[in-house]
Antibody
Framework: EVQLVESGGGLVQPGGSLRLSCEPS????????MDWVRQAPGKGLEWVGR??????????KYAASVKGRFTISRDDSKNSLYLQMNSLKTEDTAVYLC????????????????WGKGTTVTVSS | SYVLTQPPSVSVAPGQTARITCGGN??????VHWYQQKPGQAPVLVVH???DRPSGIPERFSGSNSEYTATLTISRVEAGDEADFYC???????????FGGGTKLTVL
């Protein structure tokens, strides 16, 4: 079964840091681009960023709201995706979802075909 | 940055047709994707590339895209279709994913 499982969420004070992890199963992780998407309480989906695969030089992209504070990385040898979050703000409070971008070489698509259930991050003093 | 605009809510009686719109500048030139999210659950892809349905998605779900508006159409609406729906595109100029604000579908 194709699956994504996030972990690492919790309560953190403003200005603090947190590292989220995503563990995929049921597919070849290294072939895919991977996204992080977040959803604040009662709000819509907000794209956080993307990590491309080795064939695309592991290029990362970030939403303006998190650029310079958040870092997406991946370790294909450990089959894991990470989201390092620094300088956290109260407005970063959300459920963070790991997501697989559809397609592999040579056809990379621009939609998400698999979603994790998310891990909750609460930024509060 | 590119903006997608959705109505906050759409209501429809069971058995009727629901149409959820997604507006954007020259959206007809972009590929639009739609996700359904039921309360407490992860989103599910229901339409990709304007009109294509992933396997397992009922034929009642269909999509279209014209110059300024993309539309998700749900025929013969059922109580179980009640959910939030999000449109999404990829903005090539910024190399970013863009989501619409979401539409809550209520089945009366």
């Amino acid at each position: 079964e194709v699956q994504l499982v996030e972990s690492g969420g919790g309560l953190v004070q403003p200005g603090g840091s947190l590292r989220l992890s995503c563990e995929p199963s049921g597919f070849t992780f290294s072939d895919h681009f991977m996204d992080w998407v977040r959803q604040a309480p009662g709000k819509g989906l907000e794209w956080v960023g993307r990590a491309r695969n080795k064939a695309n030089s592991y290029i990362t992209k970030y939403a303006a709201s998190v650029k310079g504070r958040f870092t997406i990385s991946r370790d294909d040898s450990k089959n894991s995706l990470y989201l390092q979050m620094n300088s956290l703000k109260t407005e970063d409070t959300a459920v963070y979802l790991c997501a697989r971008v559809a397609g592999t070489y040579p056809y990379y698509y621009d939609y998400i075909d698999i979603w994790g259930k998310g891990t909750t991050v609460t930024v509060s003093s | 940055s590119y903006v997608l605009t959705q109505p906050p809510s759409v209501s429809v009686a069971p058995g009727q047709t629901a149409r959820i719109t997604c507006g954007g500048n020259h959206i007809g030139s972009r590929r639009v994707h739609w996700y359904q999210q039921k309360p407490g659950q992860a989103p599910v892809l229901v339409v990709h590339d304007d009109t294509d349905r992933p396997s397992g998605i009922p034929e009642r779900f269909s999509g279209s895209n014209s110059e300024y508006t993309a539309t998700l159409t749900i025929s013969r609406v059922e109580a179980g279709d009640e959910a939030d729906f999000y449109c999404q595109v990829w903005d090539s100029s910024s190399d970013h994913v863009v989501f619409g604000g979401g539409t809550k579908l209520t089945v009366l």
